[in-house]
T-cell receptor, first 115, second 113 residues
Framework: GAVVSQHPSWVICKSGTSVKIECRSL??????MFWYRQFPKQSLMLMAT?????????EQGVEKDKFLINHASLTLSTLTVTSAHPEDSSFYIC???????????FGPGTRLTVL | RKEVEQDPGPFNVPEGATVAFNCTYS??????FFWYRQDCRKEPKLLMSVYSSGNEDGRFTAQLNRASQYISLLIRDSKLSDSATYLCVVNFAGSSNTGKLIFGQGTTLQVKP
């Protein structure tokens, strides 16, 4: 199987703090990982595409200085929400694409609540 | 116009019913098509890929019509455990991107006893 983990699974923080979310592919290598955000009763929206060893590609309307992405290895990508505000509260989900395939495997998601 | 459009429902059906979901996509260059299932407060899980020839997996049948840019999912003999949101997903692997997935907003199915 292909397992993707995310950590933490949920986090509550105060407004103005930064939160780091990790996405790991546990049993396969992923040159590309994707970060999504899902607000209640809405679909997943792609935020950025994370490529190992290079800069992430951000979707239109997503601030790259606010959502910092680092993909330092073939099994780990991190998303840091800097200076989080209540409107950043959402369900953040990553996916990893196995090298040589089109299939994306999703992590279990991280529920962020900013007070 | 949304890139992937679905009727959000909800579809409320009794156990044993047959239910069909439809989806349309706007980008004719789209290359891969999928149905994902998402349970409440969980991540999406791949249900099945969709091929032009149509494909079946147990009680689930998926169809793709490229000419009409239309995808369907048929669920036969609905079970209570089928209650979830079904996401129509399209992969556009154009030259300017790395094969990102575009999600529809999902269709909610509630199967009642």
């Amino acid at each position: 199987g292909a397992v993707v983990s995310q950590h933490p699974s949920w986090v509550i923080c105060k407004s103005g703090t930064s939160v780091k979310i990790e996405c790991r592919s546990l049993d396969f290598q992923a040159t590309t990982m994707f970060w999504y955000r899902q607000f209640p009763k809405q679909s997943l929206m792609l935020m950025a595409t994370s490529n190992e060893g290079s800069k992430a590609t951000y979707e239109q309307g997503v601030e790259k200085d606010k959502f910092l992405i680092n993909h330092a290895s073939l099994t780990l990508s991190t998303l840091t929400v800097t200076s989080a505000h209540p409107e950043d509260s959402s369900f953040y989900i990553c996916s990893a694409r196995r090298v040589g395939t089109d299939t994306q495997y999703f992590g279990p998601g991280t529920r962020l609540t900013v007070l | 116009r949304k890139e992937v459009e679905q009727d959000p429902g909800p579809f409320n059906v009794p156990e044993g019913a047959t239910v069909a979901f439809n989806c349309t996509y706007s980008n004719s260059a789209s290359q891969s098509f999928f149905w994902y299932r998402q349970d409440c407060r969980k991540e999406p899980k791949l249900l099945m890929s969709v091929y032009s020839s149509g494909n079946e997996d147990g009680r689930f049948t998926a169809q793709l019509n490229r000419a009409s840019q239309y995808i369907s999912l048929l669920i036969r003999d609905s079970k209570l455990s089928d209650s979830a949101t079904y996401l129509c997903v399209v992969n556009f692997a154009g030259s300017s991107n790395t094969g990102k997935l575009i999600f529809g907003q999902g269709t909610t199915l509630q199967v009642k006893p």
